[in-house]
């Protein structure tokens, strides 16, 4: 990590963009952004490769081959992979033939997931040392939560079946990080994806159809050996290891408990994990319910390992932490983004343990942005942080309708990496409200080099 940390700046990124939900009857499509400073497109859309299907739901992506292919001169980093997360397709898309042009390589229908794997819903995909592709998975192909996985062939992207063994696997399903040096995998848990599809009813959360539990993996038996449980309705979305591979330690992200917890490695050898981090729900008037959580929807490491950021989806802020003791992280950095509670909006806070006042309005170049801060990711060096505004089409719809209207926006936040502090480039905005075929929901945020969030070292 050290040596990606010295890396190459980025020049451009790729986003998956969604219409799916906008009412828009078009495909979602892959854009590609010029984010080089120096160049004439500077905060441009340069390209954009629609896909041939609607209604997929791109979401998350990943590569054919990362850090953990190092030593190998045969594996280059010249596919993305992309799950679709409602449709259970999975688009490779060749970025090695033109960067700035990415064209389709592959796609792997549903149907192949249906039945190699007994699987829908991919959501977040790592390459392996072995050259082979990871895929988490949500759900069955009847909708029903599952926290399987799927492995495609690295070279000919063919589905090779489950990569868990024995019968026993989590009710649940989303992100996962692995880490062979300590022989383990971890997987977390959003939701039942027939459920959470349309959007979000708060009493699914106690039927039991949200994730409470990191589920623990045996990395060389992939054997499903051990749960811990963070608590009824914390939904543990994004987990990170620490990126130096000799670590055993990292943290996940809690969306409705708004808590940070960091996992660890015991003497005995098995995982617990210890709340490090909570953000206070604020009590509220004019929203869904009286306790407005922050709805933690991205956390991600810098390559140093020296601080943790996150998103309060709902509450619009960002954070930067300090994490050089990782049992106690330190605050040292916010800044707010929109959200649900800026002054002269619909929501009246009447209790809050952190604000003296509700946040004003987000604008930038003249725009009030609507909705909140959700998928984040670092530059290499640490400088800078990368931000869109969608989480997913069904609950942006139902939380923040002005996002599905008015589309989603990438915006970038300067780090101070000595001391720690975030500020808001204000000449920096890229608004997906203006794209040709209306407004779209653009999603994650990938470097065709790679990133703080895709490469495992090991």
């Not at 989590?170 to 880490?179: A, I, K, N």
Request: aromatic share 10%.
């Amino acid at each position: 990590p050290t040596f990606a940390w010295k890396g190459p700046r980025e020049e451009i990124v790729y986003l998956p963009c969604i219409y799916r939900n906008t009412g828009i009857e078009k495909p979602d499509y892959l854009a590609t952004v010029d984010v080089n400073p120096k160049s004439p497109h500077y905060c441009q859309v340069i390209h954009r490769l629609p896909m041939p299907n609607l209604k997929d739901e791109l979401h998350h992506s990943g590569w054919n081959a990362c850090s953990s292919c190092f030593g190998d001169a045969t594996k280059r980093r010249n596919r993305l992979i992309l799950p679709s997360l409602i449709s259970s397709r999975i688009y490779v898309v060749d970025v090695g033939t033109d960067m700035r042009a990415p064209r389709i390589h592959k796609i792997v229908e549903p149907v192949e997931l249906f039945w190699k794997g007994n699987v829908a819903n991919p959501h977040t995909s790592h390459c392996l040392g072995t050259g082979d592709i990871l895929i988490s998975c949500l759900g069955d192909p009847s909708g029903n939560g599952k926290g399987s996985f799927v492995l495609l062939d690295g070279e000919t992207f063919e589905v090779k079946g489950n990569w868990e063994n024995g019968a026993k696997v989590p009710s649940l399903g989303y992100d996962f990080w692995y880490q062979p040096r300590h022989n383990v995998l971890m997987s977390t848990e959003w939701g039942v994806p027939k459920v959470f599809a349309n959007g979000f009813n708060p009493a699914d959360v106690e039927r039991g159809h949200y994730g409470r539990h990191i589920n623990v993996w045996d990395w060389s038996t992939h054997a499903y050996v051990q749960t811990i449980d963070l608590g009824n309705g914390s939904i543990p979305l994004e987990i990170r290891f620490l990126h130096n591979p000799d670590a055993a330690e990292g943290f996940v992200g809690c969306a409705l408990s708004g808590t940070v917890h960091r996992f660890y490695k015991t003497e005995k050898g098995d995982w617990a994990a210890e709340k490090v981090i909570e953000v206070p729900s604020k009590k509220v008037q004019g929203w869904l319910l009286p306790d407005m959580p922050g709805l933690i929807t991205d956390i991600l490491i810098s390559l140093d390992d020296r601080f943790l950021f996150f998103s309060n989806w709902l509450h619009g802020d960002i954070r930067q932490y300090d994490i050089s003791d990782t049992r106690r992280p330190r605050l040292v950095g916010q800044v707010f983004l929109g959200g649900s509670i800026s002054k002269g909006g619909p929501v009246t806070v009447v209790e809050d343990k952190e604000l003296q006042g509700q946040p004003d309005p987000f604008v930038i170049k003249g725009k009030k942005v609507a909705g909140g801060p959700q998928m984040i990711q670092l530059s290499l060096d640490g400088k800078r942080l990368y931000v869109t505004t969608s989480l997913y089409s069904g609950w942006d719809k139902q939380f923040y309708p002005d996002l599905v209207k008015e589309g989603s926006v990438m915006l970038q936040i300067d780090v101070d990496t000595e001391r720690g502090g975030l500020k808001v480039n204000k000449n920096f905005l890229v608004d997906f409200g203006k794209e040709p075929d209306g407004p779209v929901l653009a999603h994650e945020i990938r470097y065709p080099g790679g990133d703080c969030t895709s490469d495992i070292w090991m």
